[in-house]
């Protein structure tokens, strides 16, 4: 008997012959029971902490702009006293995170990195929360992105090594919904708090601890979640894969059917490995090249719309305890989209479900550029919103489930670390287009980006529907 009390000779075959692929395969043929979908609610609970921080940069922004700590824009392009400067420091923190920091998760393993991110990006948050300075708000705001940067890329990974490919889509989909269940809540928070300074303490800062407080329920979350088998058996540790692998089965009630299942390939054969270098080299470049393009463009329409609703319905002339309302009605679209966007998450391939989510991303843009309406301007922002969170699942796992397992989570965290960066320029962009163009020049910014994510993913995304993983 294993030391978790499972019979490790249950379907286990010789641990030594088969190996990773012998796991890959089982993995991929484990059902989609009850016990997979547990392991992806918490590790999306986990994230809603990395959420909660990165949406909380728009909607405290203006608690902030009314602090006298940071204005809503500046005379000069990098103006370090403006929200932009903010929000840029958010993504320069996500940037070093995602580009420097990824391998962590591929050396020390999914588990550990996912709790200790998290819990330096509290630390950071506490006492971000406490400055009385632009700088030093800036300073503790880029070193709690450092550590939201790593913990994204360690979700992604993760759940993409514990769930089979035909249930992966859907995975991200619930992943995308339970993270973003934070958004109204933090919304509700800076609805409620920010025009206020309960026991004169200013809202924005409640806001900030409050979050920070909730972040320690990781501290239980991870009690109830395995390393990836994958990722074990990919550094040597085969047996503790395999061990992970057959309580996996067990509680998912299939190991009985894999015992006599074939082997997808003979066990001799065994993936060559791969390199950090070798992403650079065919038949891996074409990708990171690809991911590069599509993370520079996408965050100018994610985080253009998300970073910026409030001080966006503020320029439209409503005033700032309307525009966090109106704000936290379109919140809602968050946590529910991705739960409708389920129903066809896995029977279309990534790349059109992203193209298809842009076009709609400039259709509503657009409109929300033109409305004055209070009903319609609502309207236009949760359908803004639908499509941002589709198209925030679709990528989330096409980006993983692309690049091969033993640098998994430092190819993502490559390419993913350029949607951080252009995200740190975006918000000096967006906030002198809004002096310069007004609501309309931001949109229009937003429409051209997302051209070229449609026109990329047309050509050269690659089709993974269905594919295992190391195979795509």
């Not at 902490?49 to 006298?68: K, M």
């Not at 061990?243 to 082997?263: D, V, Y």
């Not at 719309?305 to 809602?332: C, D, M, R």
């Not at 690049?403 to 960066?421: D, E, M, N």
Request: with cysteine.
């Amino acid at each position: 008997m294993s030391a978790v009390g499972i019979d490790t000779s249950i379907g286990l075959g010789t641990p030594s012959a088969s190996g990773p692929d012998e796991i890959s395969r089982r993995l991929e043929t484990m059902p989609a029971t009850g016990f997979v979908w547990r392991l992806v609610i918490l590790l999306s609970l986990g994230g809603c902490f990395e959420i909660y921080d990165l949406f909380l940069t728009g909607y405290i922004a203006p608690g902030l702009s009314r602090s006298g700590l940071l204005s809503t824009t500046t005379q000069a392009f990098f103006g370090f006293s403006g929200i932009g400067a903010f929000v840029a420091a958010t993504f320069a923190g996500l940037f070093v995170g995602t580009f420097f920091l990824g391998f962590l998760a591929d050396r020390f393993g999914r588990r550990p990195i996912f709790t200790y991110a998290l819990l330096g990006y509290t630390a950071a948050s506490v006492i971000m929360a406490c400055q009385t300075s632009s700088g030093g708000l800036l300073l503790w705001r880029f070193l709690a992105g450092i550590g939201i940067g790593i913990e994204v890329i360690t979700i992604d990974a993760y759940i993409t090594e514990l769930v089979p490919s035909r249930m992966r889509g859907r995975a991200f989909a619930v992943n995308q919904s339970i993270m973003f269940v934070a958004v109204p809540i933090v919304a509700f928070l800076a609805w409620w708090l920010v025009p206020q300074a309960p026991y004169g303490v200013e809202g924005w800062r409640w806001v900030v601890l409050i979050g920070a407080a909730a972040s320690m329920i990781i501290w239980v979350l991870r009690l109830f979640l395995p390393e990836s088998p994958l990722w074990l058996a990919r550094h040597g540790r085969t047996d503790e894969a395999f061990r992970i692998l057959a309580t996996l089965e067990a509680k998912g009630g299939s190991a009985a059917t894999t015992a006599s299942a074939p082997l997808a390939r003979p066990a001799a054969e065994t993936v060559a490995r791969v390199g950090f270098a070798d992403l650079f080299r065919p038949p891996y470049l074409s990708l990171v090249v690809l991911f590069m393009v599509f993370n520079l463009c996408q965050s100018f329409g994610f985080y253009g719309f998300a970073n910026w609703v409030p001080t966006l319905l503020v320029e439209k002339g409503i005033t700032v305890t309307k525009s966090l309302q109106y704000s936290f009605i379109v919140a809602f679209a968050y946590p529910i989209s991705p739960l409708l966007a389920a129903s066809f998450a896995d029977k279309f391939e990534r790349r059109w479900i992203i193209a298809g989510a842009c076009i709609a991303i400039i259709v509503f843009g657009m409109a929300f550029a033109q409305l004055t309406e209070p009903v319609l301007l609502i309207i236009c922002g949760v359908l803004l919103t639908a499509c941002n969170t589709t198209m925030s699942y679709a990528y989330h796992a096409y980006q993983t489930e692309v690049f091969p397992t033993q640098i998994r989570a430092q190819a993502s965290g490559l390419v993913y670390s350029v949607s951080r960066l252009s995200a740190t320029f975006s918000g000096f962009i967006v906030a002198y287009m809004l002096k310069e163009a007004g609501v309309i020049g931001v949109f229009g910014l937003i429409t051209v980006a997302m051209l070229i994510v449609v026109i990329a993913m047309a050509l050269f995304g690659p089709d993974v529907r269905g594919k295992a993983l190391d195979t795509v």
